[in-house]
C-alpha cells in the first residue's frame, strides 16, 4: 500500500486564488490516490466553492483561516501579527506534523519569513536556498538560489550546492549531478568577490561534482545540472528566462498565423512544436521548494494555474517517496558542519 502524503494548501494565496488553488488540487487527487490535502483558508468561501467539484472528500478537508497576508505587506510583520493567516495556520500544521508539506502561491516574503520562523532550518543549515528546475535542451537544471538570500556568503553558497545535488539526484535520478557556479566567464579567477571566494570551496568538496562555471548562455543548453548562485542573481536568471520564452512563444505563434501560407505549415508542424513548447514550460516541473527546513515547503508563482499548483502537489510526492527530507538531515549529521554561524 502506498503511503500517504498530506499537503496543507494555502487556498488563499495567490492572484487566482481560490478558483484555481481548489482546481490544481482536485486535478492532483484524481492523478494520485495517495495525496491528502488540507484546504486552508475561509471556510465559508471554501466549502461553497467545493461544492462545484466533484471529488473524494475523505482526501480534501478544509482548515479555517480568517486571515489573508496580501502580497505588500511587511513578510515579518505580518508573520507575527496575522496568526489566523492560511500562510501561518498552514506552515503550522506542517510544523505539528499535522502536514508533510507546505504549499503557496501567496506572498514570496512572507512563506520565506515564516518558513524560517516557524517550520524552521535543519541543524546545521545557515540560509535554505529556493530550488527551481528550469527546462533546457537536455532536460531540466536546478537553479539554486533562485530568491530566497539575495545576498550570500561563500559558505552559503556551498551549502546551496550540497542540498541542489541531493535534490536533484534524488528527483532526477542522475547518480552524480554537474554543479556549476554562474559566472561571467569560465576562467578560476573571473569573477566577483563572492564567486572567487566560493569556487574553491566547491572545488574542494567531495561531497559534488564540480564542474566549474558556467555562463548564462549555456544555461538554456544543460551546460550543468545544478547552478549556483546567490539570490538576487538567480531570481534575475529565472525573470529573463520566463520573459523570453514567453515572449519566443507568442512571435511564433503570431509568425504562424500571418499568412495562409504560414498557417497551413502551423498545421503540419503543430505536433512537433506543441510537444517542445510543453517540454520548455517551466510550470510542467512544479514550484520552487526551500531546500534545508524541517519541512517541506514549496512556493510556487503568484500567478500559479490550477496545472502549476497540480504539478507542485505532485512535486510533494516526489519529495516524500525519493526519502529528500531525510537525505537532507544527513548532511549535516557531522560535527563540523553545525559548528559556526547558524
Known sequence: MQEMLTVALDAMGGDNAPDAILKG???????????????VGNETLLREKCAEYTYDKERMEIVHASEVIDCDEAPVSAIRHKKDSSIVVALQLVKDKKADAFVSAGSTGAVLVGAQMIVGRLRGVRRPPLGVFIPTTKGVSLLVDNGANV??????????????????????????PRVAIVNIGLEEEKGNALVKAAYPLLKECPDICFTGSIEAREIPHGGADVIVCE???????????????????????????????????????????????????????????????????????????????????LQCLTFKEQRIHEQFEGLYRQKEETSGEA
Open 231 to 313: 539570490g538576487f542573481t538567480g531570481n534575475v536568471i529565472l525573470k529573463l528566462y520566463e520573459g523570453v520564452g514567453g515572449a519566443l512563444i507568442s512571435e511564433i505563434k503570431k509568425g504562424m498565423m500571418s499568412s495562409l501560407r504560414s498557417k497551413l505549415g502551423a498545421l503540419l508542424v503543430k505536433p512537433a512544436l506543441k510537444e517542445t513548447v510543453k517540454r520548455f514550460d517551466a510550470s510542467e516541473y512544479g514550484g520552487a521548494p526551500l531546500l534545508g527546513l524541517n519541512g517541506l515547503v514549496v512556493k510556487t508563482h503568484g500567478s500559479a494555474t490550477a496545472k502549476e499548483v497540480c504539478n507542485c502537489l
Open 151 to 176: 545576498d550570500a556568503r561563500p559558505e552559503h553558497l556551498l551549502q546551496f550546492a550540497r542540498l541542489g545535488s541531493v535534490y536533484y539526484k534524488n528527483a532526477m535520478g542522475v547518480s552524480r
Open 25 to 39: 488540487a482536485v486535478q492532483a487527487l484524481e492523478k494520485k490516490p495517495n495525496i491528502k490535502i488540507l484546504l
